[in-house]
């Protein structure tokens, strides 16, 4: 019986992905065009992913939903027991740092630079942009 659970957190920027992981120190392998990396679930299941992020024994699966989003997959259980990681904690570290490389490349796409970045007391981050020149 399979353990893998999907969570509720869509993504569509598979590059927002990979650098909100490596801001995470998560370890993970990325597909080359095409293809599909392989993710370790409880007792040897494995499903096909877009990006397997090593947790230890398991990992968590970044999933190409063939809908334009991305999803995230794991046997959580075996997250939390070997990693201390809960789903809830990396959906929403995952979620934040995603969001703000998501609304940072949109800005530099516009022509916008970030002139500030300021962490809030919150948690959340606060970004000024500014476009110089003429259009």
């Known amino acids: 019986m399979s353990h893998f659970t999907k969570c509720a957190l869509k993504m569509t920027n598979l590059a927002a992905i990979k650098k909100a992981l490596a801001d995470l120190n998560h370890k993970f392998v990325a597909a080359e065009d095409g293809q599909q990396v392989t993710v370790r679930g409880y007792r040897g299941d494995?499903?096909?992913?877009?990006?397997?992020?090593?947790?230890?024994?398991?990992?968590?699966?970044?999933?190409?939903?063939?809908?334009?989003?991305?999803?995230?997959?794991?046997?959580?259980?075996?997250?939390e027991t070997t990693k201390g990681i809960s789903e809830e904690e990396f959906q929403n570290t995952l979620s934040q740092k995603y969001q703000y490389h998501n609304v940072k490349q949109a800005c530099e796409e516009k022509g916008y630079a970030v002139e500030e970045e300021v962490n809030e007391e919150d948690g959340s981050i606060r970004l000024v942009v500014a476009k110089w020149g003429a259009e």
């Open 46 to 79: 494995t499903l096909k992913a877009a990006i397997c992020v090593d947790m230890g024994r398991y990992d968590v699966g970044i999933i190409d939903n063939l809908d334009g989003t991305y999803g995230v997959t794991a046997d959580w259980w075996g997250v």
